[in-house]
């Protein structure tokens, strides 16, 4: 096998790859309207208590 440009001896997997050895990203998964509300509920649950925490932090 030839040199290849990046300066690989044994040339390098951008030169030498066969064009069926795609990569592929794994599919993204789309949330239900079901989980969204479920979601905001534990985010509205979190900031809460950041927010009581913080108070108590404070002395307030």
């Known amino acids: 096998?030839?040199?290849?440009k990046h300066g690989l001896k044994l040339g390098c997997s951008y030169c030498h790859a066969s064009p069926?050895?795609?990569?592929r990203q794994p599919a993204k998964t789309r949330r239900t309207?079901?989980?969204?509300?479920?979601l905001a509920e534990q985010m509205n649950d979190r900031m809460t208590a950041l927010k009581r925490r913080l108070?108590?932090?404070r002395g307030e």
């Open 20 to 23: 069926t050895a795609v990569v």
């Open 1 to 4: 096998m030839a040199e290849c």
């Open 33 to 38: 309207r079901a989980s969204t509300p479920r």
């Open 55 to 57: 108070r108590e932090l």
